[in-house]
C-alpha cells in the first residue's frame, strides 16, 4: 500500500467502504425491518386502540353506533377491529351460526362467518330439531365453539371449505338443531366474511383457557393456515367493562414487499458495485481539482470576473489558499460592486437634478407665459383708467382688469390643488355615491354653457344607479373637466354623449364630443401642466392648462384607467372606478 498512488489507494478505501455499507445495509433491512415494521404498528395501534376503549366505555353507544364507530376505525387504522363479549361472540359484527346439543348434552355453537360464500350459498330451510354434522375445529369457551370445514344438515352435505385446504384429522361433531342464525341476501351482499377477525379470536381462545381474565395488552402472530397470511393481533381489556378489544392488521404489505427486495439485492449488489468504482473515479479526481480551480479563479479575477468560487474541500494547504483567494476575490467584488452602485446612484442623482431643473424652468416658462398675457392686459386697461383714456368705457376697462384678475386666481388655486395632490401625504375623503346621479348632476350645471352653443348632452347608462367608491369632491372635478373641455371643443349645434357602462366590477365613464381631433402624436402630451394642442399656446379657448394635470393625477389617486382617444368626427376622454362591494357583494 506504501508504494500506491494515492488514486489507486482512494479506488481501494472507496470501493471497500461502498460494498461493505450496502451489504450491511441490505443485511439489516432482511433481517431486522420485518420486526421494526411490527414494533412500530403495535404502538401506533396501541394508542389508536386506547382511544377508542376510552370512548367505548365512556359512550353509551347502541348496535348501530357500534358497528358505525368500528367501520370508521376500521376505515382509518386499515385494520379490522372485533368488541369480544365475555361469551367470546364478536358484538360489532353480524355473527351467523348453528346451535346445536350434542348425543354427550354439550351445547355447541358452529360459527359460519368464515365459511360461507356468497356464490355457493342456499338457504337450507334448516328447522328446530334437525340434524346436523360438522367436521372441523372445536374451542373451548363458555359455550362450546365450533370453527367447521365441512357441514352436513339431515346427513346432505351443505357447505364446505374448498377442496385441499382442509385440516387433517379434523374433529366431527353431531347432534339436533336448538337455535340458528343465518344470512339473507343483503346481508351477503355486504360480505359476511369476518375470517382473519374470527380465526385470531377462536386461536387466543385456545390459548387462553376459559376463566383466565385479560388484565393487560396481550399480542401474537396470528397465521391464516389456509391462505399463509400473517397478521399482527392485539387483545387488550376495554377498562369499566366486560368487553375485549381485538384489532387484527395485516402484515403482508411489508413482508411482499421484502420478498421482493430479497429477489432483488443480487442486483442492488451489482449496483454497488458500479457505484463504487465510479465514486472511487470520482475521488481520485477530487485531489486535483481544487488546483484546477485555483488557476480557473485567478484567470477569471484577471479578467473581473468575481461571481464564481473555489469549493473548500480541505483545510490544507491549497484549502488555505482556496480560502485566501476567496476572500481577494469577495473583497474586489465588494469594492467594485460599491463603486458601481456609487457611480449609477450619481448617475440617476444627476438625471434626477436635471429632470428637475427641467421641469422647473418649463413650470418657470409655462408660469410666466399664463401670467404674462392676463399682467400684460392688465397693465394696459390700467394705464388707460389712469390717463383718462375713453373715460366713457371706465366701467368695462376696469370689468376687463377684475375678469383677467379672476383669472390669474384660478390659474394660482390649480397651481395649489395640483400641487397637493403630488404630495406624497395628500389622503383622499373615500365614501360611496352614485356616479349616475353624479352625471346628472354635471350635466344640468352647463346648461347655460350648452345654451350658448346649442349643444345638446345625452346621458346614457345601463342601469339607473351605480354605486361607486372614490374621493366624491375630487371625481366630481374630473367629471367636470370632461364635460367642459367637450363642451369648449364641440362645434356648434352638435351633440356630447355621457356613457356610464357597467364592466364586472368596474364602471368605464366615456364623454364623447363632435369637434376637431387631437393629432395622435399629441394625445399623450394633453395630461401634461400648461399643454395646449396649438403650438401657439393661445388661451381662446378659456382653461388655465392645469385642468387634466389635475384630472390625471385624481384618476391615479384612485387607481383608474383612464386617457384620450380620438373617435368618428371628435374626442372621447374616459376613465373607471371601482364599484361598491355592497353592490357586487
Known sequence: MKHLSIMVKLFIISAAFFIVFMSVALFGQSTFFEKFYTTQKIATLDEAID???????????????????????????????????????????????????????DITKIRLNNLIEARDYYNPNLRYGDFVAAEGTKWAAPLENFTPEKILINDIKWISVKEGTQKENPTRIEGTVLGFKLPEQEDLLRGIDNQNLVGARDQWIKENPYGKSVQQKEEFIYTDLQAGDKYIVIVKPILGTMD????????????????????????????????????????????????????????????????DYIDITSYDEIGSLSVSLNTLSYNLKTSLTELREANIKLVEDIERERRVEMMRKEFISGISHELKTPLGIIKGFAEGVKDGIAKDKTDVYIDVILDEVDKMNALVIDMLDLSRLQLASYRMVLSTFDIVEMAHDVRDRFINQLAEKELQVYLQSNEDMIVVEGDYRRIEQVLVNYVSNAIRHSYRGETIEITLTRKEKRVLVAVKNIGDQIPEGKLSKIWDRFYRVEESRAKTDGGTGLGLAITKNILELHGSY?????????????????IAEDEYA
Open 562 to 578: 383612464f386617457g384620450a382617444e380620438n373617435a368618428d368626427n371628435g374626442v372621447v376622454f374616459f376613465f373607471d372606478l371601482e
Open 244 to 307: 375485549i378489544a381485538f384489532v387484527v392488521a395485516s402484515q403482508q404489505p411489508v413482508l411482499e414487499s421484502l420478498q421482493v427486495l430479497q429477489s432483488y439485492y443480487i442486483y442492488v449488489l451489482l449496483g454497488a458495485v458500479l457505484v463504487s468504482l465510479l465514486m472511487s473515479y470520482i475521488f481520485s479526481v477530487v485531489v486535483t481539482r481544487p488546483l484546477i480551480q485555483i488557476n480557473e479563479k485567478a484567470k477569471a479575477m484577471a479578467n473581473l470576473d468575481f461571481e
Open 51 to 105: 382511544g377508542f376503549n376510552n370512548l367505548y366505555a365512556s359512550s353509551e353507544w347502541l348496535s348501530s353506533d357500534i358497528i358505525k364507530n368500528t367501520k370508521i376505525f376500521e376505515q382509518y387504522n386499515d385494520v379490522e377491529l372485533g368488541i369480544v363479549d365475555r361469551n367470546f361472540d364478536i358484538i360489532n359484527k353480524e355473527n351467523f351460526e348453528i346451535v346445536i346439543q350434542e348425543r354427550s348434552g
